[in-house]
C-alpha cells in the first residue's frame, strides 16, 4: 500500500523559502515518477514540478527558478524561494509508478498524499 506524507508547509513573508518534504512507504519509490501539486482556493490543481526515476526534473513555468524538486531514498523534497503570495496553496506529493513522468497533470497520478498548506503573506 503506498503511503505519501508530505510536511514542511507553513506561514511565511514574501521572499521568504521552505522547504517540503513528502515521505514515501509501499512503493517502488526509486523507481516511479513523483511530483508536486498545488491547488489555492477557487482555482484548479496546478501541477508545480515533477521528477522522474532517472532524476530528470520538470517545471511549471510559474516557478521555474525558484522551486528545486529533488529527491533522495525515501523522501521527495520541494525546495521553495522566493516566494510570492500567489504561491499560497495546499501543497500535494503524489505518485505515478512508471519510470517517466505522465506530465503534470494531475489525474494521471493514482497516489496522493493529504497535503501541507503554504501561506505566503506579509
Known amino acids: 500500500q503506498v503511503r505519501l506524507v508530505e510536511s514542511g508547509g507553513g506561514s511565511v513573508q514574501p521572499g521568504g523559502s521552505l522547504r517540503l518534504s513528502c515521505a514515501a512507504s509501499?512503493?517502488?519509490?526509486?523507481?516511479?515518477?513523483m511530483g508536486w501539486f498545488r491547488q489555492a482556493p477557487g482555482k484548479e490543481r496546478e501541477g508545480v514540478a515533477t521528477i522522474d526515476s532517472r532524476g530528470s526534473t520538470s517545471y511549471a513555468d510559474s516557478v521555474k527558478g525558484r522551486f528545486t524538486i529533488s529527491k533522495d531514498k525515501n523522501t521527495l523534497y520541494l525546495q521553495m524561494n522566493s516566494l510570492k503570495p500567489e504561491d499560497t496553496a495546499m501543497y500535494y506529493c503524489?505518485?505515478?509508478?512508471?519510470?517517466?513522468?505522465?506530465?503534470?497533470?494531475?489525474?494521471?497520478?493514482?497516489?496522493w498524499g493529504q497535503g501541507t498548506q503554504v501561506t505566503v503573506s506579509s
Open positions: 509501499g512503493t517502488t519509490y526509486s523507481r516511479s515518477c
Open positions: 503524489a505518485q505515478h509508478p512508471a519510470l517517466f513522468c505522465p506530465g503534470k497533470v494531475g489525474s494521471r497520478y493514482p497516489y
